[in-house]
């Protein structure tokens, strides 16, 4: 029977990890092609047969056979929008003279739920129709955002916008102008870019009482009023290619990429234990409830061991369904300063609050999936710097040899 040591079972383990992540992932990029004729119907119920008479955008012409003859009785248009995670497909039905029937939401995967069905939900969808397909289309001009799920409005918008205009320049041979793209640089983008600045200058020169006021900032600002933070979800949305356009979303490539670079860089988890908004309510709740207990070492032990698992899970499911925001169905982020959530969600939430009154940052020492992430990227820069330590020191061998 062949022994393996420990070191070598775990070096055997981290190849399974990542090796079946990566197989994933490659798996997810395969088929991503999605088939709307099983929604045409449901666009234009009056049409008996439909044809596709353009493929940028993708354009259908819905026919209906009267007196013998095939009579036009509108057209259905793909588009897509960059939501919060990644693309919004949407369906938008016009009669013959390009006004706007129908619109649905076909696909949207890669974004929280919480957040589009809040959208679906309300009468935002209504807005559009009755609209011609040369009107401007856009959020803050005639069409009004949803306030709770803005990035996703904006990106069912976009796509609405995308096919109607299509539709009109290769139809009605319309001269269409798109609106200007501006990069968004708001109170948010400012605030967010503050805190982390912040941070840096608290962690370099020590000064641990500017931490508390890093700590509130981020749980009133980023948490309750921004509602946003980095998550499983976008997480694997990135890596699944999926990203938002960058104009519109600088708040989203700030947090979601320029923090984990940020990381790396430096070596030292920066947005756990000072941006996290969640961290910092746990961290209020230790200091009213005492937060002295400890979990058994075993335990805790396990249940760091378990956090793990529970990344690899998600993030197998994540990709294998092509869908990212399988990660948001246990993270408590969302359902604490967003306020939407099934009650399995509003149930976790209590426990992991009442607990965090007794064993500080219950969350964060062994669920938060977002913690799991960071580890990796600090080994991640241990291990390129080992290798260019080893560079370096072969390097300095190399010119003792040839000083001998």
Request: a positive charge; proline letters at 3%.
């Amino acid at each position: 029977m062949c022994n393996l040591s420990k070191a070598h079972l775990k070096k055997l383990f981290l190849f399974m990890f990542y090796g079946s992540l990566m197989i994933a992932l490659l798996f997810s990029f395969k088929g991503r092609q999605m088939d709307v004729q099983q929604f045409l119907p449901s666009m234009l119920s009056n049409a008996q047969e439909f044809e596709v008479i353009e493929t940028h955008p993708l354009t259908y012409a819905g026919y209906k056979n009267i007196n013998g003859q095939d009579t036009l009785q509108g057209y259905v248009v793909f588009g897509q929008g960059s939501g919060y995670g990644g693309p919004v497909s949407v369906l938008t039905a016009t009669d013959p003279n390009g006004n706007i029937l129908k619109v649905r939401v076909v696909g949207y995967a890669t974004e929280t739920p919480s957040y589009i069905q809040s959208v679906l939900r309300g009468d935002f969808l209504k807005q559009f129709t009755g609209k011609s397909v040369d009107e401007p289309l856009e959020i803050g001009r005639d069409i009004d955002k949803v306030t709770s799920a803005t990035l996703s409005s904006r990106g069912i918008t976009d796509a609405v916008r995308q096919a109607s205009h299509g539709l009109g320049r290769n139809q009605f041979a319309l001269n269409i102008s798109e609106p200007s793209e501006n990069i968004n640089l708001g109170i948010k983008e400012i605030g967010l870019a503050l805190l982390i600045f912040a941070t840096i200058i608290g962690v370099r020169l020590k000064i641990n009482k500017l931490r508390w006021v890093v700590i509130i900032c981020s749980i009133f600002f980023t948490g309750f009023w921004f509602n946003c933070s980095i998550s499983l979800a976008n997480i694997a949305s990135g890596l699944m290619g999926f990203f938002p356009a960058f104009k519109q979303n600088l708040f989203w490539y700030i947090l979601i990429v320029g923090i984990p670079l940020i990381i790396f860089l430096s070596g030292k988890n920066l947005y756990c234990y000072w941006l996290c908004p969640f961290g910092g309510i746990q961290e209020i709740l230790a200091k009213i409830g005492g937060g002295k207990l400890k979990c058994n070492h075993n335990i805790g032990t396990w249940l760091q061991k378990i956090k793990y698992m529970l990344v690899w899970i998600v993030l197998i499911l994540s990709f294998c369904f092509k869908s990212p925001s399988v990660g948001g169905s246990y993270e408590p982020f969302g359902v604490l300063f967003g306020f939407q959530g099934v009650s399995v969600q509003w149930i976790l939430l209590s426990i992991i609050l009442v607990v965090s009154l007794f064993i500080r940052r219950f969350w964060c020492l062994y669920f938060c999936p977002v913690g799991v992430i960071n580890e990796i990227i600090i080994k991640a820069r241990r291990f390129v710097n080992s290798l260019f330590q080893k560079k370096q020191e072969q390097g300095i061998l190399t010119n003792k040899g040839r000083t001998l």
